[in-house]
């Protein structure tokens, strides 16, 4: 059997339309399924159910890759997550009357300065 990986210059690893991360989260996703399926296969779990759980979550696993990939692109569970680390407003706790008095805000404004 031959794999292609193409990956040209400056473009990220592409496997079989799997793009960047997703390889990554693919792979182990099938070495996770794989661990567990020896797992339980050791513990004494009859190997029909060890099958059915292996082949079952390495297709949902399969699925699910391949439907991020080509729901959010190369890039897109970075930005995801990185989304989630953005605060979803900002608080001001000062009155509507004290952000409008000019003399407040100028000593504020002169406090935050560098001092020389």
């Known amino acids: 059997m031959k794999f292609e ?3 040209g210059i400056g473009k990220s690893a592409e496997f079989k339309g799997l793009k960047a991360q997703y ?6 996703g099938l070495l996770t399924v794989f661990v567990l399926f020896i797992i339980m296969y050791m513990v004494g779990i009859s190997q029909w ?11 949902v696993l399969i699925w699910l890759t391949f ?3 080509e729901k959010y692109g190369e890039h897109g569970l ?15 706790r000062k009155s509507l ?7 407040e805000n100028e ?3 002169k406090s935050c300065h560098y001092r020389k």
């Open 107 to 109: 000593k504020y404004i």
């Open 23 to 28: 390889l990554f989260l693919f792979a182990a």
């Open 97 to 103: 009357w004290k952000l409008f008095k000019k003399e």
């Open 49 to 59: 159910i060890c099958i059915g759980f292996g082949a079952i979550t390495a297709s």
């Open 78 to 92: 970075m930005k995801i997550l990185s989304a989630r680390q953005h605060p979803r407003f900002l608080i001001n």
């Open 67 to 69: 439907h991020l990939n």
């Open 5 to 7: 990986l193409n990956k």
